[in-house]
């Protein structure tokens, strides 16, 4: 069975950093494309961060110079640094594994950034 599980997130103040963790199960994880998404309140799910299983890497322009994607395939992580953090980071912040025809999502985990 596939699974993804989130770590990683939390309260921070504006200004500060978190790193998000993201392993993978159930999957050979390096044929896979990781990514980061995050959806806050009253708002649709937006594209954070993606990254190739040759480590080109994609950034949402509202997180570009602030977040870096990373993965360790022989892990089975994807990880997710995000630093300069700012209240409108806010989000439930999930993890995602795709390829041709298949997508996993994670539960998500809470990131919270105060003023």
């Known amino acids: 069975q596939v699974q993804l599980v989130e770590s990683g997130g939390g309260l921070v103040q504006a200004g500060g950093s978190l790193r998000l963790s993201c392993a993978a199960s159930?999957?050979?994880?390096?044929?896979?494309?990781g990514g980061w998404y995050r959806q806050a309140p009253g708002k649709q799910r937006e594209l954070v961060a993606t990254?190739?299983?040759?480590?080109?890497?994609n950034y949402g322009d509202s997180v570009k110079g602030r977040f870096t994607i990373s993965r360790d395939n022989a892990k089975n992580t994807v990880y997710l640094q995000m630093n300069s953090l700012k209240p409108e980071d806010t989000a439930v912040y999930y993890c995602?594994?795709?390829?041709?025809?298949?997508?996993?999502w994670g539960q998500g985990t809470q990131v919270t950034v105060s003023s």
């Open positions: 995602n594994a795709g390829t041709v025809g298949s997508t996993t």
């Open positions: 159930g999957i050979i994880f390096r044929r896979y494309i």
């Open positions: 990254i190739t299983s040759g480590g080109t890497t």
